[in-house]
């Protein structure tokens, strides 16, 4: 990991919140607890970092309808694709992915009990 990094290998990183409709979703995060947005097209906003720091918290995804389980939880690797293959032999299952994204690489897996989260990795 670079000395730069403001991830941390394996480490929670990122929470992403489906919503049905990101309009009401942004406003209703706004008004209540004072969060900002960055945009990236209809269908996505990021959260921004809460103490001003550049980066993102979490984000709002479109969705039909919101799964239950609730939000994503994103893990962060530095080798997405040596996580990938540990995520298996530890008895997850991948459910999509690896595929690319504006900020990186990403691919979603259950865990033994169902619980649904991601990992990512920068380019």
């Known amino acids: 990991m670079s000395e730069t990094s403001a991830h941390t290998h394996h480490g929670i990183d990122y929470i992403e919140l489906a919503v049905t409709d ?9 008004s ?5 947005f960055n945009d990236y097209g209809p269908a ?3 959260i921004r970092r809460f103490d ?8 709002l995804a479109t969705a039909d309808e919101v ?3 609730g939000p994503l939880v994103l893990l962060y690797s530095e080798d997405l694709d040596t996580t990938l ?20 690489r990403r691919f979603h897996f259950a865990d033994p009990s169902g619980n649904r989260l991601g990992v990512w990795s920068e380019r």
């Open 22 to 30: 990101l309009d009401a979703a942004k406003r209703f995060y706004r």
């Open 32 to 36: 209540a607890f004072g969060w900002e």
């Open 44 to 46: 996505y906003a990021g």
């Open 52 to 59: 001003g720091s550049e980066g993102e918290a979490g984000g």
């Open 67 to 69: 799964p239950t389980g």
């Open 85 to 104: 293959r540990a995520v298996g032999a530890a008895g997850g299952t991948v459910t999509e992915g690896p595929f690319d994204f504006p900020g990186g």
